[in-house]
């Protein structure tokens, strides 16, 4: 419990300058009394406050404040246990056997069910692509031409001055447009993007540059081609089909087990207007006979990874561990998702029809990337169907 203790006093205002990094390490080697990791304290207490918002809302929603008046909870010490509850890599709360964290705990249920029902409402993955000040050094959002054109929706954006490079995008005011995804642009995360009504009518689809890649690789033609989405949740991906296949009805099926993340799903998919071209499959995309989709031509295969591509992920609050346990953790961990990876795409790749399968991470291990796809094209079941690895310029 020290850590919130230790981290409760930088959630408050403070008339001290500097940054909130600078502030923490000199308090930290200032006082006798706090006796946390200072590095610990700022990635708790940053992270904290980007989500802060969303928590007191899921506080009032909870009325937690109320039910768990008795515990006697400083207000800025259960929100950082809320936030490492909710929000954190290990969803869960830095403590031992303590009262605090036992009436925290209690609350779990109702806690994580606002929040699935926050993200459910805003139709997203993670909260994350809600916050507006982050640390991401660019905003990228493409146009929904489901719904609009390019044309019109930058009329919505004309205070932004046209860039030529990523390069200059330093500060707010300036909007490039990308020359490998079209309708896709770039902007300065500080630009206000979700209170615009473009973005609040689903016009815009706030979506990172990297996850546009495999809907333009596979680019299927409006009419003729019908694709699978494998893995579909949030939707960022089956949306971005949708408009490129101009939304022609029942062109695409899109699979997700998870009975939450379909939610997000239909709500993404309801939202950006492309229900009548999207079916969605609330199901197991391994378990699927592919002689009952006889119709599919292309497939973007988009599977749990270790997320390690992610911006800011390795910013994390981790726990104090040695370099080599880390290491076993890290070989464990990229193993079991090697073997579900190789697994789903091989599924993929056995459908009577498809053409073409783009399969993606969020990962920088070569296990989970080169690796895969090396033990697919030596599998003799993918030999004999002859598959092959398309080249850089196809």
């Not at 959002?141 to 330093?170: G, M, Q």
């Not at 292309?298 to 997320?307: A, F, K, L, T």
Request: charged share 30%; aromatic share 8%; hydrophobic share 35%.
């Amino acid at each position: 419990m020290q850590v919130y203790r230790d981290a409760q006093q930088f959630l408050l205002p403070s008339q001290k300058k500097g940054s909130l990094q600078t502030r923490i390490f000199e308090t930290c080697k200032n006082s006798k009394f706090i006796k946390s990791n200072p590095k610990h304290l700022y990635a708790l207490v940053s992270s904290t406050l980007k989500y802060k918002p969303f928590i007191l809302k899921i506080m009032k929603k909870t009325k937690i404040m109320e039910v768990e008046k008795k515990a006697k909870i400083p207000e800025p010490v259960m929100i950082l246990m809320i936030h490492d509850l909710l929000f954190s890599k290990s969803k869960r709360i830095q403590s031992k056997q303590h009262a605090w964290k036992d009436a925290i705990i209690r609350n779990k249920p109702r806690l994580e069910s606002e929040l699935a029902r926050m993200k459910i409402k805003h139709g997203v993955k993670s909260l994350e692509e809600l916050i507006e000040d982050d640390d991401t050094p660019i905003r990228w959002f493409r146009t929904n031409i489901i719904k609009t054109n390019t044309e019109s929706l930058l009329r919505e954006f004309k205070h932004l001055k046209k860039v030529n490079s990523i390069s200059e995008i330093e500060a707010p005011g300036v909007i490039y447009f990308d020359k490998y995804i079209p309708n896709l642009f770039g902007i300065h995360p500080k630009e206000k993007l979700t209170s615009t009504d473009a973005y609040k009518q689903g016009r815009l689809i706030i979506q990172d540059r990297a996850s546009c890649f495999p809907a333009q690789i596979l680019n299927p033609i409006p009419g003729e081609d019908k694709v699978i989405d494998a893995c579909a949740a949030p939707g960022n991906k089956t949306t971005h089909l949708a408009c490129i296949l101009q939304n022609s009805k029942r062109s695409i099926v899109a699979f997700e087990k998870d009975n939450k993340r379909v939610k997000i799903l239909r709500t993404m998919c309801e939202k950006a207007g492309g229900l009548d071209c999207i079916t969605i499959h609330h199901a197991d995309f391994t378990t699927t006979r592919p002689g009952d989709f006889p119709e599919i031509t292309g497939m973007v295969v988009d599977p749990s990874c270790s997320g390690s591509g992610i911006f800011g992920r390795a910013f994390d609050e981790q726990e104090e561990i040695s370099e080599e346990e880390a290491r076993e953790k890290l070989v464990e961990r990229l193993e079991k998702l090697s073997a579900f990876q190789f697994k789903i795409v091989k599924h993929a790749l056995s459908f009577p029809n498809v053409r073409k399968v783009v399969y993606s991470t969020c990962s920088i291990h070569d296990e989970e990337n080169e690796g895969v796809v090396k033990r697919l094209i030596e599998d003799e079941d993918v030999q004999k169907q002859g598959w092959k690895v398309s080249k850089q310029a196809d």
